[in-house]
């Protein structure tokens, strides 16, 4: 039974994917108790077994566990996954590397070679793990590409290939940890060195090199001392010198050349004009000189020559009345350079020069409305160039000239009328093709698609219309390669020798899904409660469950009042299910009990002083009633309760009475009670707790003696003994504190503590283990620590990632008195670690991507004596794996999608959750799965025993499914 649904309101998401909810653990759902004695002595068999075997391998395909359990998405919403990766930093585009990067199969970025002959492609290298990203491809030098990779540990980073596994590697790790490098506008590409600007905090942007090895990749000069930035455009090469502009914190903005050596790095110009103008932002190299431009205080524009020497270095032309100096750089061809300039009259002025002061000259001039530029220059043919002006009377449109006056020109009025064929304030895409021109234009009647010219009369005509129509296709090129134009459309390779014939798809990467995307996976008794994408184009979600059927399967039924977010689900005591959908600056409280949706309140409450917030989380439950927080006019922000009914929703304790807010926040679940802080008459917050009725709802610690800033973190320590540890944001960072557990003062135990990073990881015997970082030291970055509740106890327990870059410790699990978590750092990447809350105890548990390529696990989920998660491998792409705390006892069970293809959404929470139906005769584990097709329900039986020959065959002598 699918329920017809009505988009009202916008959809709002959160940043990042969601996974399962389970209930606390007031009784263990998988029911462990009764599989304890089962599994012991299984488990220490398993071991033995498993030892003489290959580790970590995924299981034989002889049979499958896991099994899809509804598609509920037929065709309605639709994504797209793989396709090719990176932009193209090369203008204009020329000879292709010779591959391309792309990702083909749904597991990352790759590096595929080109057979334009056979219409193919191979791929031949990779990033060292499943799910890399490529950025920019910033250029090629002999056998070297350049690009920026993009890994799970570190981030955005300058790597390089040769098109091997083995050449292919990250040459610099600038900015440790995943933020990676901090990329300009500009890199610079020739031998025998590479050019770029690097930005380090003590350095500020400077100018760098690179030869294609980690040995060979270092700073030039530190051209201004100290932290300011000194580089500031990249420019050209001329005989082995690069060209470049910066500023020495003396001069202002200058030229200055290197040969990549400190020594060989100084000084060229010292422009007449005050400092702070000046700046060279356009470079063309000549057969006798290196030419730029520069601007004056006035909006002048200069050019300037220079044979790399002081004295060969001089203005050769300038200009006063420019009105918009931000022109495109002079473009080479056949000896002679051309350029453009906006001037204050609102003509677009076109020059030419050699070089020299008697051979710079005007060509000609376009009537255009003012503040309109060249949108940019393309070599047509010998000397001639083919530009992009709007002359105020056909719009901008594709000309051309041969640096005279009776030869420049308008090609072709693309799109009659004032309009023009191309964005004036954009860049038009172009490619060179056999002496013609490859470009995007928009008719008016087709969209953007694939035009070409030959520059002459008539020869400007519309190769393909991709997207039939009116609507674009804006294909990118690439580059030419064995006489034709590759470019990328919708993801795929194509190629075109500028007839339409000639133009088709070359290699196909990636393919398009249609998921429904299932998230926020929550057990309620015999049914698991979650959101998921409905069988229509629009971008929203919608409530769903399932009693682990097909036919049991199906959104519910009712109105959600226009809040068509992402869902939390909580469960009362009964098997009723309240969740709270999000949306804009509020959020909906509504409640199930399997088959529809009853509205209960619209929750709102100032959380800025100019903006308010819904919830962003499940109203915690405390036997048969949940607990939040809302705002109203009559009370404030005070607690409100729900039992899923419209009659037993409302105020449940006005702690403040009247218009004055108690202001309850912090509110979470603590095993049978829901604890929460709250503000007195007085200003002196309390910590309360809540059985879910009004006598069993009362203060039982003190938060400080006077008024203080609020906590922003409770974490229950010792609930027995009312003992927990919370977050107080001051002035220089986080405070860390403890209550005392017999109604006294709390103890302060950290001062200091970055309160944004700050998460906590598990519970390791008496300890609590966190992730953060030290406001003050910003020499280690966000790591683990510990705390037992004593100051000498609260302490850094491991830096896994030595210096500022931080671990990127995540949410881990309890098992077997050790917290099982996932961290990053730079000599295995990010991989699973264990920890008891002590240094020696903290110790790396496995190395599933062997090497610095990282597995990245994710949704850890405790499920009886076994942690289930989600990790990616080159071979596999992200699957689910099982492991029992041992390393012999860690599988990978399954691919539900056969090759690198990822199968399971990558989830910050809890991953997988258990299930039963009403009589227990089937236990299942629910998740987000994905055979290719998109992300649905999947499920896999409980397995008992382990030992690698999960194949689903009740005659393999091991299996214990139920």
Same mark, same amino acid.
């Given at each position: ?62 049979? !499958? ?163 300011? @930035? ?141 503040? =309109? ?35 420049? @020109? ?6 009659? &009328? ?6 004036? #304030? ?20 087709? &969209? ?22 009116? #609507? $674009? ?41 249609? +998921? %429904? ?45 226009? #809040? ?47 903006? #308010? ?31 899923? %009914? ?43 707790? $809540? ?12 938060? /400080? ?33 403890? =209550? ?16 944004? %990073? ?28 510990? %705390? ?18 931080? /671990?990127?410790?995540?949410? &881990? ?91 399971? +959404? ?16 089937? !236990? ?25 020959? !999960? ?12």
């Amino acid at each position: 039974m699918n329920t017809p649904l009505v988009a009202r309101r916008p959809l709002v998401t959160a940043d990042r994917r969601r996974g399962p909810r389970r209930r606390p653990p007031k009784e263990d759902t998988l029911r462990s108790q009764k599989m304890e004695g089962s599994v012991s002595w299984r488990r220490r068999l398993s071991s033995m077994v498993v030892a003489n075997l290959l580790f970590g391998l995924a299981v034989p395909a002889a049979g !499958q566990l896991a099994q899809r359990v509804a598609d509920l998405n037929l065709g309605g919403w639709t994504t797209r996954w793989g396709g090719l990766c990176g932009d193209v930093d090369r203008w204009p585009v020329g000879a292709l590397d010779g591959f391309v990067f792309g990702d083909k199969a749904g597991g990352g970025c790759r590096i595929f070679t080109v057979d334009v002959a056979a219409g193919s492609v191979t791929p031949v290298s990779h990033l060292g793990e499943s799910g890399a990203g490529v950025g920019e491809i910033l250029g090629r030098v002999g056998e070297l590409t350049y690009f920026v990779g993009v890994t799970a540990a570190t981030g955005a980073e300058l790597w390089r290939t040769d098109g091997t596994p083995a050449g292919t590697f990250e040459l610099l790790d600038s900015e440790p940890g995943e933020d990676g490098m901090s990329w300009s506008s500009w890199f610079a590409v020739s031998a025998p060195y590479s050019y770029f600007p690097r930005r380090q905090d003590e350095t500020g942007w400077e100018l760098w090199r690179t030869d294609g090895t980690r040995e060979g990749t270092a700073l030039v000069r530190d051209v201004w001392p100290g932290p300011e @930035h000194g580089t500031l455009h990249g420019g050209a090469f001329r005989s082995g010198i690069f060209f470049f502009s910066a500023d020495d914190g003396v001069h202002g903005p200058e030229v200055w050349r290197t040969d990549g050596t400190s020594a060989g790095t100084f000084l060229l110009t010292e422009f007449a004009h005050e400092s702070g103008y000046g700046a060279p932002f356009a470079f063309a190299v000549l057969p006798a000189a290196v030419i730029f431009t520069s601007a004056t205080p006035t909006g002048g524009l200069e050019l300037w020559r220079t044979d790399g020497t002081v004295a060969g270095t001089a203005q050769i032309w300038s200009t006063e009345d420019l009105l918009n100096w931000d022109s495109p750089p002079p473009v080479v061809q056949g000896g002679r350079a051309i350029f453009g300039a906006s001037k204050e009259d609102g003509t677009l002025e076109l020059w030419i020069t050699d070089g020299t002061a008697q051979g710079t000259t005007a060509v000609a001039t376009v009537p255009a409305p003012a503040g =309109s530029s060249f949108v940019r220059f393309v070599p047509l043919g010998v000397e001639e160039w083919l530009f992009f002006p709007d002359d105020g009377v056909h719009g901008a449109e594709p000309w051309r000239s041969d640096g005279t006056p009776a030869g420049t @020109h308008l090609v072709a009025d693309v799109r009659p &009328g004032a309009l023009g064929s191309i964005d004036p #304030y954009a860049w038009v895409t172009t490619a060179t093709l056999d002496g013609r021109i490859l470009m995007t234009l928009d008719d008016g009647a087709h &969209g953007v698609e694939l035009w070409i010219t030959d520059g002459g009369a008539g020869g400007t005509s519309l190769v393909a219309d991709l997207v039939p129509g009116p #609507y $674009s296709s804006l294909p990118e090129f690439l580059g030419e390669q064995d006489g034709v134009a590759l470019f990328e459309f919708d993801g795929d390779l194509w190629r075109s020798d500028g007839t339409a014939a000639g133009t088709g798809l070359l290699a196909a990467f990636g393919g398009i899904a249609t +998921p %429904s995307d299932p998230s926020g996976l929550t057990e309620a008794g015999d049914l698991i409660y979650f959101d998921a994408h409905p069988p229509v184009a629009d971008d929203w979600r919608h409530p769903a469950r399932s009693d682990g059927t097909e036919s049991g399967t199906y959104f519910l039924a009712g109105d959600l009042g226009g #809040y068509f977010g992402e869902s939390d689900f909580s469960v009362l005591d009964g098997g009723t299910v309240v969740a709270n959908t999000r949306g804009d600056e509020e959020s909906l409280i509504w409640s199930s009990a399997g088959e529809e949706i009853l509205q209960l309140a619209e929750v709102s409450y100032p959380c800025s002083v100019r903006h #308010y917030c819904g919830l962003d989380h499940a109203p915690p439950s405390a036997g048969p009633t949940a607990l939040f927080a809302k705002w109203s006019i009559e009370a404030g922000t005070e607690l409100w309760s729900t039992d899923g %009914s419209l009659l037993g929703t409302g105020l449940f304790l006005d702690l403040r009475p009247g218009t004055a807010s108690g202001s309850p926040r912090s509110i979470v679940d603590v095993e049978d009670e829901v604890w929460f802080t709250a503000v007195g008459d007085d200003g002196i917050a309390s910590v309360w707790r $809540s059985g879910g009725t009004l006598p069993t709802t009362e203060p039982f610690a003190v938060l /400080s003696e006077a008024p203080a800033t609020r906590p922003s973190e409770l974490w229950p320590l010792d609930p027995a003994s009312d003992r927990f540890l919370f977050l107080r944001d001051e002035f220089e960072g986080h405070e860390l504190w403890v =209550s005392s557990g017999d109604g006294g003062l709390p103890e302060l135990l950290q001062v200091g503590l970055e309160g944004w %990073s700050t998460e906590r990881i598990g519970v390791a015997g008496d300890r609590l283990l966190f992730a953060t970082a030290e406001f003050m030291d910003p020499g280690v970055g966000r790591e683990l620590w510990a %705390s037992d509740g004593t100051p000498a106890g609260t302490r850094l327990v491991r830096d896994l990632w030595s210096g500022p870059a931080g /671990s990127r410790a995540s949410r &881990g699990v309890e098992l077997d008195g050790r917290v099982l978590f996932a961290a990053c750092e730079p000599v295995a990447g990010c991989e699973l670690w264990t920890s008891d809350g002590t240094t020696a105890g903290t110790v790396r548990f496995l190395d599933l991507e062997p090497g610095p390529g990282s597995s990245s696990p994710a949704g850890l989920s405790r499920l009886g004596d076994h942690v289930y998660f989600s990790a990616r491998r080159l071979a596999t792409g992200r699957e689910v794996w099982v492991t029992d705390g041992t390393a012999v006892g860690t599988f990978a069970l399954e691919e539900i999608a056969a090759g690198p293809y990822s199968s399971i +959404p990558e989830v910050d929470e809890p991953g997988f959750v258990p299930w039963s139906d009403i009589d227990r005769t089937r !236990q299942r584990i629910f998740f987000a799965g994905d055979d290719g097709t998109g992300a649905e329900l999947w499920a896999l039986p409980v397995v008992l025993f382990y030992d690698g020959f !999960q194949s689903g065959d009740a005659g393999r002598w091991s299996d214990a499914h139920f």
